[in-house]
């Protein structure tokens, strides 16, 4: 588990279905003592079970629909979508992690269910720049500043990855996916930055690519490769 290498001093973590078009360096430079993640949308069909979905409230347009809390009670916390992360490995967070884990229900987001309320109290948002899920492009226009993206999630796209898109997928026809899309393979093409070509070679078939992880070692910034 990613969390107990204490031989770095902060790491960021990005799901292998992420693309980074900008450097973002800078997330090792946040304050230290918190857990930091973009906020999540709770507008698609997967979150139907949340009351959130039910009411038609979203943190991500809270003044849109309030929350009505003499019905349902206090406005649930934030809730952080967990594709890219900024932490502190810390070996004793990892024991209470698997202690809490050993009680922890079955939920439908399985870990990020659980990252969210095991990290609650120190959980900081940071800006969606950093984590674009497809989603915001049509839920959330409003909150996309595309010309300041820096972190890409292809994900609430079902299985429109990047590398098997067809352009016929629901919004998958927008101009701003095809966009993203293209960068993808842009990168993805660009000899510069393959530097794991010799070892490993996408297939057609195959979900995800290689995940990468980020860390800060020693005030220097290291990266390696894990199967995702």
Known sequence: MIITFVEYSKMVYLDGDTMVFDNIDHLFDLPDG??????????????????????????????KVQWPEKELGPKPPPYFNAGVCVFEPNLSTYN???????????????????????????????PNVYNLTLLMLWRHPDNVELEKIKVVHYTCAGEAKPWRVTGNEENMDREDVKMFVDKWWEIYNDDKLDYWRGSYTLTATESKPPLVINGRRNGRYAAGSMAA
């Not at 439908?108 to 900081?124: G, I, P, S, T, W």
Request: aromatic content about 20%; hydrophobic content about 40%; glycine content about 2%.
């Open 34 to 63: 918190f857990f930091y993640a973009v906020m999540d949308c709770f507008c698609e069909k997967s979150w139907s079970h949340t009351n959130q979905y039910k009411v038609g409230y979203c943190q991500q347009s809270p003044k």
């Open 96 to 126: 209470l992690l698997l202690e809490k884990l050993k009680v922890a229900p079955t939920t439908r987001f399985a870990e990020q269910d659980f990252l969210n309320m095991f990290f609650r109290d120190v959980y900081k948002p940071i």
